[in-house]
């Protein structure tokens, strides 16, 4: 597990993994910029692994998202990069037609706790996989 | 515009750093660039070496033009 | 209820007023009918009237679209119109594009419904069809009884506001927007009815057709690259400093030619990146990390490829959207079969 | 396998004192489901309302529909692996209340629920307008952690499902239909020359709230595999999801999923149905990778000439989907894919979020972002509180007079990707 970068703007993914994975934590970003600053590692040579509208929620309904990448960097990752240009371009289409609303803070919480959910079972069943 | 270019009877070669994108929009003969930021060569390596990628990545790109392709191909670095 | 008042935009060529030679017209307004407007007035019948012409030269309008745009806007807007009418433009590229234009910019600014008609190999149908209703004509004048009564058909319906019938039921160009109906059958019984065709080997029609795979087939290799010019083209958006054309730094409109003779490198001072979207400041640096001139000058010398093109072209994007780069694509490629150019190289970010 | 499915038609539901079904009424006795969901303590109250086609009466936020059935003989019981043993179903004989459903409600996380109108102008986009509804209001204890609650809401609404299907055990159906798949070698045998033809079932697997269950396994833990289709109709599968409402694959279209329906129809005569492919919809790409390079294996091993594949949410599945069709293309089956459509408000985006040439076949479910006015209704069974945090909804979607407008993927199963519905899209 210590091969692995998780790219959030989630504060629950720091707090709860923060000690133990690599967590780069973007308190400030949106949606949107979470996912160029994956896009933006992909080109520096991370893998992708996870698929970045993970959840089924679109993304202008949360404002939070998990991604994870490889912490080792190789050669580009073609597949991850198609993946994350597709999957901007479907956010920005979506964020275009309705901006994501200003949830109250329950509401946030509760996305917050849908994408911790979902990126740590992900992760739990990870365990000892080969990711390269 | 790579379709274009290929269609006016040019042999075109393009040097992209998305290449799926490339696929994409049709070009046949692709190179892959180093980064969005930088696409020919590596500035973060200093100067000489990242024009001696460049260099490389115009060789090869120079390759692709006189190789015979059937179809979509990459001519990875 | 009084008529609906429309009006029509047409070119110099249809309103009479010479061929080529005259393409250079500025602007003008007329009252009334002129050329075409007579069958779309026909057509339009009791419930509208054509109140006013607008004619343009479409070389001015090519040469000068931002500033005739307006000008147009104000003699249109003294006509106070409900409706605005442009062509049939048929096969002719830059009649279809200024129709294209003026519809689409008089729907914004009037909020008023917009109809054209062209042929559908007009450049100006992939441009526009996104954004307006553009009924489908044949490839000449001769079809003009064909097309304007479904012009006045379909724009009647959208200025009283009734419900546009599919593409095929109204005659416009196919738009690309998704519409929801009810079908008979449920989805998976056409599914399996598909399937089964499929199988069978016969003709099967999807539902949503994927985004179009345009394709062209590879050329054959360069014989002896050291016996070729080569041309630079970029899509990652080096300008001169100051940026003269002024490429947009996304979706661009446009494209520039440049001018390198006489250089060995792209010198940081005399050029830029008006590229948006990604962290510049490593090009703005070094342009040649885009547009390899250092590189592709030494080469020249050493007699690696014949003779570099004595200029590169360049815009923003790297053809996605595929309207406009199509287009200059098209323009940029002829100047450089002129100038004999045996083999691209093409830079994106 | 052999499943002889007893429809039993459900024509009304009413108040009794024995949950029965006499000349096609459902009759509930309300306490009997509310104590058996009582029994789980993360639950601190339940009502129970009935919805029939007509009335005016807005379902929100809607959980998950089950239509009751019972196991009448064959081995198993429902929905084995959730409230009962594990142990193999698909044969033998089930009774299905036919029009019928139990509907669970209650907040849950707040945005991922949707909406059911019976009657108006919205009630044509979900088929649960046309059903006669029991609807299990559900309030859990304080402070409920949210996979606690989620879980106890999901049981709640299988028990009382088998529950009331109970009270089909002993009716006589109004119909039986017969299907009947046989093991491969017997099943090619049958019908030689007639195209052999599977289903890839993609179930949605990325976590909380977007959850499937087979035989109890969740989804996401497990690598493509074989089913009969029969299996299904006797609960093999179970919804554990909300993606968007209007995608979500209930436990009712497990039950009654149609595609299988469509295949049985036309088994024997223009191709030979040879069985099911579970496969899952996960979030690392790898997984992505291994299920639908599994799938592809699949498809060549079992020989198949043609596949129909659906998907359950929008986004990331559709890299499954299109990774399947184009594995199951190169292992040599005819593809056809089934999905709904997101091209944004104007219709005019693409609507997948991924691509592939291969994808050549496809059927549309609708463009889910079509917005659409609810006239405000007499009665609301759960709440409205969550409408313009439901995905679908938005800032200011919920009026005073308690009219909406909203997209319609707001709308339980309304652009359902396995082709339920007749609603689709067309290009203008």
Redesign the interface.
């Known amino acids: 597990m210590t091969n692995i970068v998780l790219v959030t703007n989630n504060s629950v993914v720091q707090e709860k993994f923060g000690e133990k994975l690599d967590v780069n934590h973007l308190p400030q970003a949106t949606y949107l910029e979470t996912l160029e600053v994956v896009r933006d590692k992909i080109h520096a040579g991370h893998k992708l692994l996870t698929h970045p509208l993970s959840g089924s929620v679109k993304p202008n309904d949360t404002p939070y998202k998990t991604i994870v990448i490889s912490k080792a960097k190789g050669t580009l990752d073609y597949d991850g990069l198609g993946i994350i240009e597709e999957s901007m371009a479907s956010a920005q289409k979506f964020i275009a037609g309705r901006k994501t609303p200003q949830w109250t803070d329950k509401v946030k919480a509760d996305f917050r706790l849908i994408d911790f959910t979902i990126i740590s079972t992900a992760i739990n069943s990870m365990d000892g996989k080969f990711i390269g | 515009m790579v379709k274009e270019v290929e269609r006016a009877g040019i042999p075109v070669v393009h040097l992209a750093t998305v290449v799926p994108i490339s696929l994409t929009i049709g070009a046949n003969r692709i190179v892959p660039g180093i980064g969005i930021p930088y696409p020919l060569g590596d500035p973060t390596l200093g100067e000489v070496k990242s024009k001696k990628i460049r260099r490389s990545i115009v060789e090869q790109a120079l390759t692709a033009l006189q190789t015979e392709v059937d179809g979509q191909t990459v001519f990875e670095m | 209820m009084s008529k609906l008042r429309v009006v029509h935009y047409i070119n110099n060529f249809f309103a009479g007023v010479g061929g080529e030679e005259k393409a250079d017209i500025p602007p003008q307004a007329r009252d009334g009918v002129v050329g075409p407007g007579l069958a779309l007035s026909k057509a339009l019948g009791e419930e509208a009237e054509i109140v006013g012409t607008i004619i343009c030269g479409d070389s001015y309008f090519g040469e000068n679209t931002k500033s005739a745009k307006e000008e147009m806007l104000k003699l249109i807007e003294m006509y106070n119109p409900d409706i605005f009418v442009a062509g049939p433009a048929f096969n002719a590229g830059r009649y279809g594009f200024a129709c294209g234009e003026m519809a689409t910019f008089i729907e914004e600014e009037l909020q008023i419904p917009v109809v054209s008609a062209m042929y559908k190999e007009n450049p100006g149908v992939d441009m526009f069809k996104?954004d307006m209703h553009i009924i489908e004509t044949e490839i000449s004048a001769a079809d003009m009884r064909n097309a304007v009564p479904k012009m006045a058909k379909l724009v009647l319906k959208l200025a009283k506001g009734e419900e546009?019938g599919?593409?095929a039921e109204e005659g416009y160009h196919?738009?690309?927007?998704?519409?929801?109906?009810?079908?008979?059958?449920?989805?998976?019984?056409?599914?399996?009815g598909?399937?089964?065709k499929?199988?069978n080997g016969e003709e099967?029609v999807?539902?949503?057709?994927?985004?179009v795979?345009?394709?062209?087939?590879?050329?054959?290799?360069?014989?002896?690259?050291t016996k070729v010019k080569v041309a630079i083209?970029t899509?990652?958006g080096i300008v001169p400093q100051g940026n003269p054309d002024r490429i947009e730094s996304s979706s661009a409109t446009k494209y520039g030619i440049y001018d390198i003779s006489g250089m060995n490198d792209l010198s940081a001072d005399d050029f830029m990146t008006v590229h948006g979207g990604?962290?510049?400041?490593?090009?703005t640096?070094?342009p040649?990390?885009?547009v390899?001139l250092?590189?592709?000058r030494?080469?020249e010398q050493e007699g690696?490829?014949g003779e570099l093109a004595n200029y590169f072209v360049t815009?923003t994007g790297?053809?996605?959207s595929v309207g406009n780069?199509?287009g200059?694509?098209?323009h940029f490629?002829?100047k450089?079969?002129e100038d004999g150019?045996?083999?691209?190289?093409?830079?994106?970010? | 396998m052999r499943l002889e499915l007893g429809k039993i038609k459900i024509t009304d539901v009413q108040p009794g004192e024995v949950t029965k079904v006499e000349n096609g009424t459902l009759f509930v006795n309300k306490q009997e489901l509310i104590d058996l969901a009582m029994k789980d303590d993360r639950i601190k109250g339940v009502k129970v309302e009935f919805a029939r086609p007509g009335e005016s009466v807005r379902i929100a936020p809607v959980k998950d529909v089950i239509e009751p059935r019972v196991k009448v003989s064959g081995t198993g019981a429902m929905f084995p692996g959730m409230i009962n043993k594990v142990k193999t179903v698909g044969s033998g004989r089930t009774h299905a209340l036919v029009g019928a459903n139990v509907i669970t409600c209650g907040k849950i996380v707040g945005f991922q629920e949707g909406i059911i109108d019976m009657s108006g102008p919205t009630a044509k986009y979900t088929p649960f307008s046309e059903t006669f509804n029991v609807c299990i209001v559900i309030e859990p204890v304080d402070n409920l952690e949210t996979h606690d609650y989620e879980q106890a809401a999901r049981l709640a609404g299988l028990k009382i499902g088998a529950l009331v299907g109970e009270a089909g055990r002993n009716v006589e159906p109004d119909e039986v239909v017969v299907y009947e798949t046989k093991p491969i070698a017997e099943q090619t045998a049958q019908y030689p020359n007639l195209p052999k033809v599977g289903y890839i079932h993609m179930l949605q697997s990325q976590g909380l709230l977007h959850d499937t269950f087979y035989y109890g396994v969740d989804a996401k833990q497990m690598v493509p595999t074989f089913m009969y289709p029969t299996e299904i109709m006797d609960g093999a599968i179970t919804s554990g999801n909300c993606v968007a409402p209007c995608d979500k694959v209930t436990t009712f279209h497990h039950l009654n999923n149609p595609v299988i329906e469509d295949l049985y129809k036309r088994h024997g005569k223009d191709l030979n149905f040879i069985g099911v492919i579970l496969t899952n919809e996960n979030v690392f790409l790898a997984d992505k990778e291994r299920s639908s390079d599994m799938v592809g294996k699949f498809v060549e091993f079992l020989g198949l000439d043609g596949v129909i594949i659906t998907e359950e949410g929008y986004g990331n599945p559709d890299t499954d989907l299109m990774m399947n069709c184009k594995k199951s293309t190169e292992a040599g089956a005819k593809v056809v894919l089934i999905t709904d459509e997101f091209p944004g408000r104007d219709g005019k985006s693409q609507s997948l979020a991924d691509a592939v040439p291969e994808a050549d076949t496809l059927v549309s479910c609708g463009n889910g972002n079509v917005i659409v006015e609810f006239p405000p209704m007499d009665k609301v069974i759960g709440t409205l509180d969550y409408v313009e945090t439901m995905i679908g909804g938005y800032e200011g979607s919920l009026r005073k007079d308690g009219s909406i407008e909203a997209e319609i993927q707001i709308i339980i199963a309304s652009t359902i990707a396995n082709g339920y519905n007749t609603l689709s899209a067309k290009m203008y």
């Open positions: 996104r546009v599919s593409p196919e738009r690309g927007i998704r519409v929801n109906y009810f079908h008979e059958k449920r989805g998976s019984e056409r599914g399996v598909l399937l089964v499929k199988m099967c999807t539902e949503y057709p994927m985004p795979f345009d394709r062209v087939d590879p050329l054959p290799a360069v014989a002896d690259i083209v899509s990652g990604y962290d510049r400041a490593f090009v640096e070094n040649n990390l885009v390899p250092d590189v592709m030494e080469m690696v490829i815009t790297t053809g996605t780069a199509k200059f694509g098209e490629a002829r450089l079969v150019v045996g083999a691209v190289i093409l830079t994106s970010t």
